[in-house]
C-alpha cells in the first residue's frame, strides 16, 4: 500500500498537524513515513499544506505528484490540489469551509459538515479530526489505533485528558 | 523528527557543544533546538549579532579545539564565506550547515539548490576546498551530520552539509545509533593555553611571504588529494544498462527514484548517480557509465549549476542535458519524465 | 649587580616589525608585562586583529589566534566560552574595532563576554597607509581626507569608550595613552585591571590606548607625542569611564563602583 495524502486549508486550522497525526500512526505501524510542510509566503498569506506518505516501502519523493487522496479546509486549496488526485483517489472535505463542491466525476467525494459537527461536540479545533475519521475508514491509511497512539506520542501530557474526546470525534467523521 | 532537528540532535551526538548561530529561514529550528539543549547540558549556544560575528565564533571555538558549528541559509551563508576562507586557510575544522534557500539576492525562502557553487566551488576568496555533504533525506542528514564532525577533524577542514529548505522542513523516522563512532583525534596545535609546558601555537591564515604561502597552499592540496582519494561518497542507482542516467542530488534525487519506477513503465530504463558528496565530487562514477546509450540529464532546483561539474566528468564523451527549476519550484515527477522520455527518443533536450 | 629591567618572558625575543617612534612596542610591553606579573601566559589566548598587529602572534609569548579584520571579538567570544578557564583578549586598533568591527565589538560588550580588549587608537589607517579612521580629528589630514576631514563630507570622529560605557555589559573602560611615562604608568594599571575583571568573570573590559603614528602622521614621534597631547586627548579624554568593584574591594560609595 502507498497512500499519498495531501491536507490543504488555512493556517491555524491544524492542517499541518493533521498529517503529523497520520504520519505519527504510520510510523507505529512500521510503515515508511514523510511528512512535507508547505513553509514560506503562503503560510503567512494563510494558507497551509502538507505531503504525507504512508507506505509499505522505502519513500522516493516526499513530493506528491499524484495524490491518493486530499483533505481540504478551504476553497482555494480544492481548487489548487483537485487535479493531484489520481483517478479513483478521495477528497475529504469540510462543506462548512468548502461550499463549491468538486466537478470531477472520477474521484470519490466525501463532504462533512465537520465544523458544524465540532461545534456540537462542543470543542470546534475537532473539525480536523472528524475531516480524518472519514479519510481513516475510506482509505485505511492508518488504523484507528494507532491514531490514537499517535495522539498520546505527540499531544503534552497535559493535553493528554483530551485522546477520549478527540477519538469520539475521530469516530464521529467516520461513521457520517 | 523534523530535518532541522535531526542536525541538531546528530550534532550533539557528535559531541559538538559549541554552537553559534543566526535565524534565518528555513533553518531556525536548529537554532531552536540548539538553544534549549545547550542549556539543559551546559554547552554553548550564543545567538551572533549576525551571520559573520557567528562564523568567527566557530572559528575562534575550533582554534580552541573543541568541536563547532553554525546553521544558516542562502543569504546568511554568503556573509559566512569570509569565515569559512580563514577557516580553511587556518586548517580549521568548523562544520557548517546550510539549509538552501532560493536566490539570488533575498530570493525567497522556499527550497534550492543554487548554492552549490557558493560551496563547492569556493564562495569565499582564495585556492580552497570545503568538503561538502549533499543528504537526500532526514536519515542521512543525521549521519552525514556526524561524519561531518569526524572529517572536519581528521583533515583540519571546513566540512559544508548542505541540504535544499525541504530537507530541514521534512520529518522522517530518523534511527539513533546508540553510541556514535566519534574519531577525535589529538589537536596539539589548538591555541587553548600553552600552560609553559610548550612553545606558544598560533591559529592564522596569513602568510605574507611569497614562497611561504605557495607551501602552504600546496600543503592544503596535498590535503585535498587524499581526500579526493578517500573520501568520494555517491549513490548508483540501476545504472547497469541503463539508457539514459540522471545526475542529481538532495532532494532531487528523491523525486528521481521515482521517475525511475515511472520511466521503467514505458520501457526505458533510467538509472540514477547521486553524489553525496558534491565535494570531492564522485568522478569516476560518471567515468564508468559516460557512455550510457542515451547520454546523461542533470536535475536541479537550480538555473543548471553541477552540470559543470558532470560535464567535466564525462568530459566530452557524451550529452548532458539539463532540467531544472529554480525560485522555489522543485523539478516535478511528470516534467523530469517527459525530459526522460524526449533523451530516450533521441528528441533532444536542453544541451546547455 | 642585579637585573633591574628586562624583557617580559610573555614577549618574544625578536625585532618588532613596527616603524621607527611607533608605540605599538611600549603597548606590546605593557601587555606582557601584565601577563607575567599575573601568571597567566600560560593560561592566555590572544587575538590578533586585522591592521599594524596582523602579526602581533610573532611577539606574545601565549597561544595566539589571528583573525578576520574587525572579527577580533567574535573569535574571542567563541575561545572564551570554549575554555571558560582561561584568559582571552584582543588586540585592536581604531579601523578593525571601530570601523568593521563595530557590530563585534558592540555586542561583544553587550553580550557582557569575559574577554578583555586592548584598543589602540592612534587616529588613522597605518598599514594601509594613512586613510582616515573612525576616529581621524576633525582638521586631520590623512591620505583619503586629503584637505582634513570634514564632518560635513566625512562625519565625526567616534569616542569608543564614551559609547561602550552605556553597555551594561561593559563593566571596565577606560582611556589611556601612552604618549608620556607617567601616562604610560597608568596605562599599565589599567591593562592590569582589565585582566583582573576578566579574571573574576566581571564581564567584558576595555582599554583604549591613545597611541601615534608618526610615519603616517608625517611627524617626527617627538612632535607625534604632542600632537598626541595637544590635539588627540583634547577630544579623546583620559580617564575611567567605568569601573567594578573586585572581589574584596570596597565599592564607591556614590553607587558608580569607581
Not at chain 3, 557582557?112 to 589630514?141: D, R
Request: some cysteine.
Amino acid at each position: 500500500m502507498d497512500n499519498q495524502v495531501i491536507f490543504a486549508g488555512f493556517g491555524g486550522q491544524g492542517i499541518l498537524s493533521m498529517g503529523r497525526f497520520i504520519a505519527h500512526a504510520g510510523l507505529h505501524e512500521g510503515k515508511h513515513v514523510s511528512w512535507l510542510p508547505s513553509y514560506g509566503p503562503e503560510m503567512r498569506g494563510g494558507t497551509a499544506n502538507c505531503n504525507v506518505i504512508v507506505s509499505d516501502e522505502e519513500v522516493g519523493s516526499p513530493i506528491i505528484s499524484e495524490a491518493t487522496a486530499l483533505v481540504v479546509m478551504n476553497q482555494p486549496s480544492l481548487e489548487k490540489f483537485e487535479s493531484y488526485v489520481e483517478p479513483g483517489g478521495v477528497i475529504v472535505l469540510d462543506t462548512d469551509l468548502v461550499p463549491v463542491l468538486p466537478e470531477r466525476k472520477d474521484v470519490r467525494v466525501f463532504s462533512l459538515p465537520a465544523t458544524k459537527m465540532a461545534y456540537e461536540m462542543g470543542n470546534p479545533t475537532f473539525a480536523g479530526v472528524i475531516l480524518l475519521g472519514k479519510l481513516i475508514k475510506e482509505t485505511g491509511v492508518v488504523r484507528f489505533e494507532s491514531f490514537e497512539a499517535a495522539l498520546r506520542g505527540i499531544l503534552k501530557p497535559k493535553k493528554h485528558y483530551l485522546i477520549p474526546e478527540e477519538m469520539k470525534a475521530l469516530q464521529a467523521g467516520a461513521d457520517y | 523528527m523534523k530535518g532541522n532537528e535531526v542536525i541538531a540532535e546528530a550534532a550533539l551526538r557528535a559531541g559538538c557543544r559549541h554552537y553559534f548561530g543566526y535565524p534565518i529561514t528555513p533553518q531556525t529550528e536548529v537554532a531552536h533546538y540548539m538553544a534549549r539543549k545547550m542549556e539543559e547540558i551546559g554547552g554553548t549556544f550564543v545567538q551572533a549579532e549576525s551571520e559573520v560575528a557567528a562564523i568567527n565564533m566557530v572559528y575562534g571555538a575550533a582554534s580552541a579545539g573543541v568541536r563547532a558549528m553554525t546553521s544558516s541559509s542562502s543569504p546568511g551563508i554568503s556573509l559566512k564565506q569570509e569565515g569559512i576562507s580563514y577557516a580553511a586557510g587556518a586548517e580549521l575544522p568548523i562544520v557548517v550547515i546550510d539549509i538552501v534557500r532560493c536566490g539570488p539576492g533575498l530570493g525567497g525562502i522556499l527550497p534550492a539548490q543554487c548554492d552549490y557553487y557558493q560551496m563547492v566551488k569556493g564562495g569565499g576568496h582564495g585556492d580552497y576546498h570545503n568538503i561538502v555533504l549533499a543528504p537526500q533525506g532526514v536519515q542521512e542528514m543525521y549521519e552525514l551530520v556526524v561524519d561531518a564532525f569526524n572529517l572536519a577533524d581528521k583533515y583540519r577542514n571546513p566540512v559544508v552539509v548542505m541540504g535544499d529548505g525541504y530537507m530541514g522542513q521534512m520529518m522522517e523516522a530518523v534511527e539513533f545509533r546508540d553510541q556514535e563512532k566519534i574519531e577525535r583525534p589529538e589537536k596539539p596545535w589548538a591555541a587553548c593555553g600553552s600552560e609553559m609546558k610548550r612553545p606558544h601555537n598560533t591559529i592564522t591564515s596569513i602568510y605574507i611571504e611569497a614562497d611561504v604561502l605557495e607551501a602552504h597552499v600546496r600543503h592544503m592540496y596535498e590535503k585535498y588529494k587524499a581526500i579526493e582519494e578517500n573520501e568520494v561518497r555517491v549513490d548508483v542507482q540501476n545504472c547497469e544498462g541503463a539508457d539514459v542516467i540522471i545526475a542529481a542530488y538532495g532532494t532531487c534525487a528523491r523525486v528521481t527514484k521515482n521517475v525511475i519506477k515511472d520511466a521503467a513503465k514505458l520501457g526505458i530504463k533510467v538509472g540514477l548517480i547521486r553524489p553525496i558528496t558534491l565535494w570531492p565530487f564522485p568522478k569516476k562514477a560518471f567515468e564508468q557509465y559516460a557512455k550510457v546509450p542515451k547520454g546523461f540529464l542533470t536535475v536541479e532546483m537550480s538555473m543548471g549549476q553541477m552540470i559543470d561539474d558532470v560535464k567535466l566528468a564525462v568530459n566530452g564523451q557524451n550529452n548532458v542535458y539539463f532540467y531544472g527549476r529554480t525560485g522555489g519550484n522543485v523539478p516535478g515527477q511528470k516534467d523530469i519524465l517527459a525530459e526522460v522520455v524526449k533523451i530516450a527518443r533521441g528528441e533532444g533536450g536542453d544541451l546547455r | 649587580m642585579s637585573i633591574v629591567f628586562q624583557r617580559p618572558h610573555a614577549l618574544i625575543d625578536k625585532p618588532l616589525h613596527y616603524c621607527p617612534g611607533c608605540t605599538h612596542g611600549i603597548i606590546h610591553r605593557l601587555v606582557a608585562e601584565v601577563l607575567d606579573e599575573l601568571g597567566i601566559e600560560g593560561t592566555t589566548v590572544g587575538v590578533a586583529s586585522v591592521g599594524c598587529t596582523y602579526n602581533s602572534y610573532e611577539y606574545f609569548n601565549c597561544d595566539m589566534v589571528q583573525a578576520a579584520h574587525g572579527r577580533a571579538p567574535a573569535v574571542a567570544t567563541g575561545i572564551r566560552r570554549s575554555l571558560p578557564d582561561r584568559t582571552v583578549f584582543t588586540y585592536q586598533g581604531d579601523g578593525d574595532l571601530a570601523a568593521i568591527g563595530t557590530a563585534e565589538i558592540v555586542h561583544a560588550a553587550t553580550r557582557g563576554e569575559k574577554i578583555t580588549t586592548i584598543f589602540v587608537n592612534n587616529a588613522i589607517y597605518g598599514m594601509t597607509s594613512g586613510q582616515m579612521a573612525p576616529t581621524t580629528l576633525v582638521g586631520q589630514v590623512t591620505t583619503t581626507t586629503p584637505f582634513g576631514r570634514k564632518p560635513e563630507l566625512h562625519g565625526y570622529p567616534v569616542r569608543v569608550c564614551e559609547l561602550l560605557s552605556t553597555l551594561e555589559g561593559a563593566v571596565y573602560v577606560e582611556r589611556v595613552a601612552v604618549n608620556n611615562v607617567q601616562n604610560i604608568r597608568k596605562a599599565k594599571a589599567a591593562i592590569k585591571r582589565a585582566f583582573q575583571v576578566q579574571a573574576a568573570g566581571l564581564g567584558f573590559s576595555i582599554v583604549e590606548v591613545l597611541s601615534i603614528c608618526p610615519t603616517n602622521w608625517g611627524m617626527s614621534p617627538d612632535k607625534s607625542l604632542e600632537w598626541l597631547r595637544d590635539n588627540m586627548i583634547p577630544h579623546y579624554p583620559l580617564g575611567n569611564f567605568k569601573n567594578v568593584a573586585l572581589p574584596g574591594e570596597t565599592p564607591a560609595a556614590d553607587g558608580s563602583d569607581k
